[in-house]
């Protein structure tokens, strides 16, 4: 299993946290969840950070169940939709957006394995 995830590092503009998460919620997950090969999306909003640290005020993360679904997905149309659309959420953000790519491996925690 693979994920896609979308940094946003930097902050929201003051005054728009609340329009930035809406913008979000309305115009941005309806498209993201018509990725193609997508099995998951999900969007992590800052709640705290340890002082000194970089700020990422939102993460989308997205999982596929391999490099070639991730592919299938970034060329496709709706992607591109959501590129543009994108650009109206920046107009509320200071900073940049990067994508990085990760192999994931889940790993039960002790006290469930103890159980088992």
Same mark, same amino acid.
């Given at each position: 299993?693979?994920?896609?995830?979308?940094?946003?590092?930097?902050?929201?503009?003051?005054?728009?946290?609340?329009?930035?998460?809406?913008?979000?919620?309305?115009?941005?997950?309806?498209?993201?969840?018509?990725?193609?090969?997508? !099995?998951?999306?999900?969007?992590?909003?800052?709640? #705290?950070?340890?002082?000194?640290?970089?700020?990422?005020?939102?993460?989308?993360?997205? !999982?596929?169940?391999?490099? #070639?679904?991730?592919?299938?997905?970034?060329?496709?149309?709706?992607?591109?939709?959501?590129?543009?659309? !994108?650009?109206?959420?920046?107009?509320?953000?200071?900073?940049?957006?990067?994508?990085?790519?990760?192999?994931?491996?889940?790993?039960?925690?002790?006290?469930?394995?103890?159980?088992?």
């Amino acid at each position: 299993m693979y994920l896609r995830a979308a940094f946003f590092e930097g902050s929201i503009r003051p005054g728009c946290e609340e329009a930035f998460h809406r913008f979000v919620d309305e115009r941005l997950v309806p498209l993201w969840t018509r990725f193609p090969g997508a !099995t998951r999306v999900e969007v992590l909003r800052e709640v #705290e950070a340890e002082d000194g640290s970089h700020r990422y005020p939102m993460v989308l993360q997205l !999982t596929y169940p391999d490099r #070639e679904a991730i592919g299938r997905a970034l060329a496709s149309p709706v992607r591109h939709e959501s590129r543009a659309v !994108t650009q109206e959420l920046l107009k509320m953000f200071d900073g940049r957006v990067f994508h990085v790519v990760y192999r994931h491996a889940a790993h039960a925690m002790a006290a469930d394995a103890a159980r088992a």
